[in-house]
């Protein structure tokens, strides 16, 4: 088992930073690749952004890319989110996500079902 534990959500002004931390605990050597999908109020679940332990490759939403960034710190088992220039849009609960096996045919880090364990999550709000 895996658990994960997500802090640094708040509110924010739209254009201003806030960087997310997700703290893995447990059988951390399993885990294959660690993500961030976010849900907004009435919204479905969506990808953000996911990060490789195998090759340390990074993948991230359309709606993101150039503005927010994944990390590792692999000492702490701890992956961050650092998120800049936000907008109003960008108001969600942000959830941490682990998954145990590489993508496939039939599994994408962009699908919800790939993924095999869930934090709990942490809202952020971007004011405008």
């Known amino acids: 088992q895996v658990q994960l534990v997500e802090s640094g959500g708040g509110l924010v002004q739209a254009g201003g930073s806030l960087r997310l931390s997700c703290a893995a605990s447990?059988?951390?050597?399993?885990?294959?690749?660690m993500g961030w999908f976010r849900q907004a109020p009435g919204k479905e679940r969506e990808f953000v952004a996911a990060?490789?332990?195998?090759?340390?490759?990074?993948y991230y939403a359309d709606s993101v890319k150039g503005r927010f960034t994944i990390t590792r710190d692999n000492a702490k088992n701890t992956v961050y989110l650092q998120m800049n220039s936000l907008k109003p849009e960008d108001t969600a609960v942000y959830y941490c996500?682990?998954?145990?096996?590489?993508?496939?045919?039939?599994?994408?880090?962009?699908?919800?079902?790939?993924?095999?364990?869930w934090g709990k999550g942490t809202l952020v709000t971007v004011s405008s």
């Open positions: 990060n490789s332990w195998s090759d340390g490759s990074t």
């Open positions: 447990g059988r951390t050597s399993s885990i294959y690749a």
């Open positions: 996500a682990a998954a145990i096996r590489g993508p496939g045919p039939s599994r994408s880090y962009y699908g919800i079902n790939y993924w095999d364990y």
